[in-house]
């Protein structure tokens, strides 16, 4: 069975530090993986995609891609009280459309 | 701004009834939708896919007579809760993959809709 693991946290970390959340995956045909934020109550929202092993940055975010360790990180520097949220990692399955969903890492940040 | 948009965000009604809820894709077409559910501090289920033109695929456990799926257009997909019970309430979130170019495999999210059946 495919499988998306996160550390449910909560994760705390004092505003301006670096939050970093991790993810593991098993389907090792993956080739696309995104991590989403879900505020409480409303629907998840992107914040990053990456296709490529390596570093890929996007302002305070930064993903990082290590297939053949298959594991995919968020760094998230400069924390701020309004990334205060649930991360979910998401893996599109090999052959479809459909993403597998990690079950989210609560982040606090502490103001 | 939102590239699915999903209608109603929140409705209430009498156990029985039954409860439609629809997700549009607005700049894009979308031959594949998802319907997602998700209880209170859980992630997110996935229920069925949506497939334009053809029967929806459900996930293991998920009673397709229950909860009905019409992918009418390549921009619009409804779920149909059938004569809804408490058990049914939960958050309900459609997405469409956007394809091609560099949004190639990214699912976008409506904004959900919560159901409570009394």
């Known amino acids: 069975q495919k499988e998306v693991e996160q550390n449910s946290g909560p994760l705390s970390v004092p505003e301006g530090a670096i939050a970093s959340l991790n993810c593991t995956y098993s389907?090792?045909?993956?080739?696309?993986f995104f991590w989403y934020r879900q505020y409480s109550g409303k629907s998840p929202e992107l914040i990053m995609f990456i296709y490529s092993n390596g570093d890929k940055e996007d302002g305070r975010f930064t993903a990082q891609l290590n297939k053949a360790s298959q594991y995919v990180s968020l760094l998230i520097r400069d924390s701020q009280p309004s990334d205060s949220a649930t991360y979910l990692c998401?893996?599109?399955?090999?052959?479809?459309?459909?993403?597998?969903f990690g079950t989210g890492t609560r982040l606090k940040v502490l103001a | 701004g939102a590239v699915v948009s999903q209608h109603p965000s929140w409705v209430i009604c009498k156990s029985g009834t039954s409860v439609k809820i629809e997700c549009r894709s607005l700049?894009?077409?979308?031959?594949?939708m998802f319907w997602y559910r998700q209880f209170p501090k859980q992630s997110l289920m996935l229920m069925a896919t949506s497939n334009e033109g053809s029967k929806a695929t459900y996930e293991q456990g998920v009673e397709k007579d229950k909860f009905l799926i019409n992918h009418a257009s390549l921009t619009l997909s409804t779920l149909t809760v059938t004569s809804a019970h408490p058990e049914d309430s939960s958050f309900y979130i459609c997405s469409a993959p956007r394809t091609g170019g560099l949004s190639k495999n990214i699912q976008y999210f409506g904004a959900g809709t919560r159901l409570s059946v009394l």
């Open positions: 389907d090792r045909g993956s080739q696309s």
């Open positions: 998401a893996v599109k399955a090999s052959g479809t459309y459909k993403y597998i």
């Open positions: 700049d894009f077409q979308a031959t594949t």
